[in-house]
């Protein structure tokens, strides 16, 4: 057994566990000790889990796994608390420049009292499909949108899951989200693939919501604020021809406590 040391962090009520491994002693392959970490009755308990590597050319490299213990496509609200962990363990830059599974991010932070906001810049968003009743696009990782009323009682999981499951979707997975447009902010909940159940905020779901209600015409601003079940948040993009470029992804994160558990790894 070996102790490891980790912190935790969450933004919008998104929440992770944080390891600083630039000296690489995590086994990359270990999917059963990130699941039991990532358990909220027999581990630390948290949406996910990162590690924090070095990276030539680089701040960082974010490496993101699921609580069901895969690794992960892109996490915008992880991304913006590992630059919140980077600043904590000492990196201090004004802008974090990292590595993630899907490319290159920057991050820009503030830290306020005992919290930072971040602003998080996302890969490009060059097509999104159109169906009868949904969007569906790629802003790191694959959302499916629909707009509905009446969100507060929205049987979220359930209708997710028959998206989630279905003939197109089951082999890979895809996040389903329900949006509503509201008091001049859209309202979101989300249901995460490798989490499989709702998740009170998803940086990369809030993305594709705003772009998917520009894209639908349902808002006209470049930027918006968007409110998921654990906190608010804003999106802004730069519509270039048929791409959304420059797009960022704003928001808090927070430090919530720091330990050690013992593991075999």
Known sequence: MSLLKFQ?????????????DREERFDLTNSVLVKFLCDRRFGIGADGLMLLRNRVG???????????????????????????FADIIGLKREQYFFLAVDGDHSADLVLNGDEYWVRLGMIDVVEVEEGEDYLYLNTGSPHYVK?????????????????????RFKAKGTNVNFVEVLDDALHIRTYERGVEDETLACGTGVTAAVIAAFQSGRITEHSFAVKA???????????KGGVYASVCLEGPAKFV???????NF
């Open 8 to 20: 935790k962090l969450q933004g919008a009520g998104n929440d992770f566990i944080l390891i600083d």
């Open 58 to 84: 680089y701040d960082f490299q974010m490496i993101y796994y699921n609580s069901d213990g895969n690794e992960s496509s892109m996490c915008g609200n992880g991304g913006r608390c590992i630059a919140a």
């Open 147 to 167: 707009f509905v009323t009446n969100l507060q009682d929205y049987p979220v999981v359930d209708e997710a899951k028959k998206i989630r499951y279905n003939e």
């Open 229 to 239: 079940m654990g906190g608010d948040l804003k999106v802004g993009f730069v519509k």
């Open 257 to 263: 406590f720091k330990g050690e558990i013992d593991v």
